[in-house]
Nanobody
Framework: QVQLVESGGGLVQAGESLRLSCAVSGSTFSSYGMGWFRQAPGKEREFAAAISRSGGRTYYADSVKGRFTISRDNAKNTVFLQMNSLKPEDTAVFYC?????????????????????WGQGTQVTVSS
């Protein structure tokens, strides 16, 4: 059973940075595409960033492009989300997600429905 545990959330001021981490256990980490999603109060969970198995392909939502960077360390079974220039509208619970991909599919998965495994989330609050 794949388990995902997020960490690194917190309260920051607008313009500051945070780095989220997601530790994965229970399976071969390099077999999974990874994604970060976020859910603000009263809103749907939305895509933020995704990374392929190898880390060679990444994709970002327009709202975070240029400010957020997703990366992974396959040796440490961990995926990261570096968030710079944070805005109050970035306030949300951030979720890490994993999708099993065959060896030939080194793609970044954008759809929430494509992910089979989810963490419990970490709160990010950005004050103005």
């Amino acid at each position: 059973q794949v388990q995902l545990v997020e960490s690194g959330g917190g309260l920051v001021q607008a313009g500051e940075s945070l780095r989220l981490s997601c530790a994965v256990s229970g399976s071969t980490f390099s077999s999974y595409g990874m994604g970060w999603f976020r859910q603000a109060p009263g809103k749907e969970r939305e895509f933020a960033a995704a990374i392929s198995r190898s880390g060679g392909r990444t994709y970002y939502a327009d709202s975070v492009k240029g400010r957020f960077t997703i990366s992974r360390d396959n040796a440490k079974n961990t995926v990261f989300l570096q968030m710079n220039s944070l805005k109050p509208e970035d306030t949300a619970v951030f979720y890490c997600a994993a999708v099993y991909l065959p060896y030939s599919a080194d793609v970044a998965v954008l759809s929430r429905r494509g992910y089979g495994y989810w963490g419990q989330g970490t709160q990010v609050t950005v004050s103005s």
